[in-house]
């Protein structure tokens, strides 16, 4: 039997965040990871980059140590409006190794769990298992970070009800082998809103970001040309319903895009593995669809392919587990402050809709923070969860789920954890 201070079910954000934390802290721990890297919505799904959010410096401990490692592969930049999570996606899954290796963080890859045992209100282990082997993990401490609450489905903790509809997943991918100077020369000429195109020269290496949705909430400079596309059979109307483009740090000539956005006649569930196949095949052919269309439509892309597609979905919300509290969207706009805050952020209520002139983005009028009793579980009281099947509403989840908080969140488990187990 192998045993454990922490057992991390889950090497997401808020997964990695919490075992290197932990081990920093002295305890003994283990990142059970279903993949063969760490990082989760970073290096699996192409989430880059970070969003940015006001952290105050509240547990960002392991976002700091992040950034600083990453920038001794080239692979960090921070843009010129202040985010420095700009981070390149392949570089992250060495730096995750390195800082896992530097804490003492024990790691088992391609590993899920499949069973648990328990006794009363607490769970005394698990069991994990690879293609060839089984294993029991016994630990003093559990915390599901699996992103869908995996843990907490086979431990049969308490799942909160989904009653909103679902949010469109997307596929995001990479295209490479563009003149960027070209592209970057048309796009901030062809677009004149600073809030949606900008452009920088970072350590000599041009950078940019542009966007384009079928919401008529702005006047968005490239929507003509979607719709010529449109009307051409280029692309389709749902291919258009939500474009994003970023610059990748280490990696000249390539641009990372934050769609498609997986447009379905009925909601998909993340968690059903038919919907989710056949949402991939949907997306890949919609990402065909797109680079079709930037190749013939945006100078600079002449000679550009497609150089990766991620191998993850990119899931918004799933499941959220009921913990002491469940935090709510008055929560959110409420402001209300915490002795010990496990995070600090403004991020807005961000809801992602299948339907046009839909979705949701609502800023805050003041910022908000979160108490611990979100990620400790009402069920077993050795068991945590962090990252987004965090015990939150709907609406408060959409606010939550961005990748700095994420990371807050572990940090806070591992803190939290450390902190009993000293006294």
Not at 268 to 283: C, V
Not at 413 to 420: E, G, H, L, P, Q
Request: with cysteine; glycine share 6%.
């Amino acid at each position: 039997m192998h045993k454990y201070d922490l057992v991390v079910c889950g090497g997401g954000t808020a997964g990695i965040a919490a075992g290197y934390i932990a081990a920093k802290h002295g305890l003994k721990t283990l990142i059970v990871e279903k993949n063969i890297h760490l990082g989760g919505s970073i290096t699996s799904a192409l989430v880059i980059p970070a969003m940015k959010s006001n952290t105050q410096n509240i547990n960002c401990e392991f976002y700091n140590d992040f950034i600083n490692e990453l920038r001794e592969y080239n692979g960090q930049i921070t843009y010129a409006d202040g985010n420095q999570g700009w981070f390149n996606p392949e570089l992250s899954k060495i730096a995750f190794d390195s800082m896992m290796e530097k804490a003492g963080c024990d790691i088992l890859y391609d590993t899920e769990v499949t069973d648990a045992q328990t006794d009363k209100n607490l769970v005394k282990s698990i069991i994990i298992a690879s293609k060839t082997l089984s294993l029991y993990i016994e630990s003093l401490y559990f915390l599901d970070t699996t992103g869908d609450g995996n843990l907490s489905k086979i431990l049969n903790n308490k799942i909160l009800e989904n009653k909103e509809p679902r949010q469109p997943m997307t596929l995001r991918f990479h295209v490479s082998g563009i003149d960027m100077k070209k592209f970057a020369d048309w796009i901030m000429n062809f677009d004149k809103d600073r809030n949606v195109t900008t452009s920088c020269n970072i350590e000599n290496q041009i950078h940019l970001s542009t966007a384009c949705t079928w919401d008529k909430d702005r006047n968005w400079a490239l929507w003509p040309l979607f719709e010529d596309a449109i009307n051409k059979g280029i692309i389709r109307e749902s291919d258009a319903s939500y474009f994003q483009l970023f610059t990748i740090p280490g990696m000249p000539g390539t641009v990372s895009l934050n769609c498609p956005r997986i447009v379905s006649d009925k909601d998909i569930d993340p968690i059903d593995m038919f919907g989710k196949s056949i949402a991939l095949m949907t997306a890949r052919k919609q990402i065909w669809r797109l680079y079709s269309f930037m190749k013939q439509y945006f100078p600079g892309f002449e000679e550009s392919y497609i150089s990766n597609i991620a191998d993850m979905l990119g899931v918004r919300e799933s499941r959220r587990v009921e913990c002491l509290k469940v935090y709510t969207k008055e929560d959110i706009l409420s402001g209300e402050q915490y002795a010990n805050p496990v995070l600090h952020a403004d991020y807005p209520i961000d809801i992602h809709s299948y339907k046009k002139d839909s979705s949701t983005l609502q800023h805050t009028k003041v910022d908000y923070e979160l108490p611990i009793e979100c990620l400790k579980s009402a069920d077993y009281d050795n068991l945590y969860v962090a990252g987004r099947n965090v015990s939150a509403d709907f609406s408060a989840q959409a606010a939550l789920r961005i990748q700095t908080s994420c990371f807050s969140m572990g940090e806070a488990v591992a803190k939290d954890i450390a902190k009993i187990l000293r006294t």
